[in-house]
């Protein structure tokens, strides 16, 4: 992540500004999301260590069913995929089964933004009325993303 920042006569840091802003967009995708199997891969295999990866097969099987709602952000500048957020709706509820966001593109809102759309798409394409989700107690940024879903 890029840094604006001040140094001393020392060669020392004496300030410190926000990171700079990645301009993005989210998308949803309401179908035929297996098209993007190889973006998704690619930064699946770059975002989760080997155990935590979908990239083996997981995720091309959950990206055939025709329950899942998937969103992905992309940055502007290149169109490059920097995040993804794929629930699989059961009935009336959606369940967050994945969130990925390129380590270089963290703190930027993506995964909010990407949240915001599924659960939209999930309530009015998928008429579901509640959401569910599994994480770490000590995953402390994304307990402190999903602290905005009431």
């Known amino acids: 992540m890029a840094y604006e920042c001040e140094y ?34 690619a930064l699946e295999k770059a975002t989760f260590k080997k155990g935590d990866s979908w990239a083996d097969g997981d995720l091309a099987d959950h990206l055939k069913k025709r329950n899942i709602v998937l969103a992905v952000a992309r940055l502007q500048a290149d169109g490059k995929l920097c995040g993804y957020v794929l629930c699989t709706s059961t009935g009336v509820n959606i369940h967050v089964a994945k969130v990925a966001v390129r380590e270089d593109c963290r703190r930027q809102g993506m995964a909010r933004r990407m949240m915001e759309a599924v659960l939209q798409a999930a309530a009015t394409v998928r008429r579901a009325l509640s959401s569910t989700l599994y994480v770490a107690v000590e995953n402390t940024p994304a307990v402190e993303l999903y602290k905005f879903v009431d």
Do not use: R, T
């Open 8 to 41: 001393n006569s020392d060669g020392e840091p004496i300030e410190q500004s926000a990171p700079v802003k990645l301009a993005f967009h989210v998308e949803y995708i309401a179908n035929n999301a297996i098209k993007l199997l190889d973006e998704l891969i």
